[in-house]
């Protein structure tokens, strides 16, 4: 998987937040990580499997894992200025959907931080053929209409990939969730079921 790692001013361990991006993942949120190094963070921006030039099939089931991996690679020790005591997730819609499941399933992240994620995938869209192919699929190579649908739909029913489901594994670990009450993509409701849950 690609990524890159923006580290802070100065020698000594630093905490690291690693963005995970949302659905194609044209907005990349570089914004936050500027922002965040600026304020002293470590920040890490991967690309799942099969998408922005990662190597491998892409696939939303596999989105928690690859985030496993990349919490695998910080904890080798490799960047020194990276402290693996203090790691936290911060997800932007989809990506804060695997965040979600990926702090559910692991205690190494401090603090997870969700922006206008998605919560019960069942409960969204995303696999309209029309919307799909405006929003979605001409960004994700090897992908079409039906493949793409045939992914999304996947998600649906299955408690281990419902962020609402598995978030109160999470506590007592801290959680922020922001989300506009005008989402026209991601509403809401999404939000508050697992807000709810937590």
Same mark, same amino acid.
């Given at each position: 998987?690609?990524?890159? *790692?923006?580290? !802070?001013?100065?020698?000594? #361990? $630093?905490?690291? %937040?690693? =963005?995970?991006?949302?659905?194609?993942?044209?907005?990349?949120?570089?914004?936050?990580?500027?922002?965040?190094?600026?304020?002293?963070?470590?920040?890490?921006?991967?690309?799942?499997?099969?998408?922005?030039?990662?190597?491998?099939?892409?696939?939303?089931?596999?989105?928690?894992?690859?985030?496993?991996?990349?919490?695998?690679?910080?904890?080798?020790?490799?960047?020194?200025?990276?402290?693996?005591?203090?790691?936290?997730?911060?997800?932007?819609?989809?990506?804060?959907?695997?965040?979600? *499941?990926?702090? !559910?399933?692991?205690?190494? #992240? $401090?603090?997870? %931080?969700? =922006?206008?994620?998605?919560?019960?995938?069942?409960?969204?869209?995303?696999?309209?053929?029309?919307?799909?192919?405006?929003?979605?699929?001409?960004?994700?190579?090897?992908?079409?209409?039906?493949?793409?649908?045939?992914?999304?739909?996947?998600?649906?029913?299955?408690?281990?990939?419902?962020?609402?489901?598995?978030?109160?594994?999470?506590?007592?670990?801290?959680?922020?969730?922001?989300?506009?009450?005008?989402?026209?993509?991601?509403?809401?409701?999404?939000?508050?079921?697992?807000?709810?849950?937590?």
């Amino acid at each position: 998987m690609l990524g890159r *790692l923006f580290l !802070a001013a100065g020698d000594g #361990p $630093k905490p690291t %937040a690693i =963005i995970l991006h949302g659905l194609p993942g044209i907005e990349q949120n570089h914004d936050l990580a500027h922002a965040l190094r600026d304020q002293g963070w470590n920040t890490v921006i991967f690309h799942y499997q099969g998408c922005w030039g990662s190597g491998g099939e892409y696939a939303f089931k596999t989105q928690p894992d690859d985030a496993i991996v990349c919490l695998d690679y910080l904890e080798t020790g490799i960047h020194p200025q990276v402290d693996t005591s203090r790691l936290v997730l911060i997800g932007h819609s989809m990506g804060g959907w695997a965040a979600g *499941l990926t702090a !559910a399933r692991d205690p190494r #992240p $401090k603090a997870l %931080a969700v =922006i206008s994620g998605v919560g019960d995938p069942a409960k969204l869209r995303f696999d309209d053929p029309v919307m799909s192919a405006a929003e979605f699929f001409p960004w994700l190579p090897g992908l079409t209409a039906e493949s793409f649908g045939a992914l999304w739909r996947g998600l649906a029913g299955i408690d281990e990939l419902n962020p609402a489901r598995q978030i109160a594994r999470l506590s007592p670990r801290p959680l922020l969730m922001i989300h506009p009450e005008l989402d026209d993509v991601v509403p809401i409701d999404c939000a508050r079921e697992v807000f709810a849950q937590a």
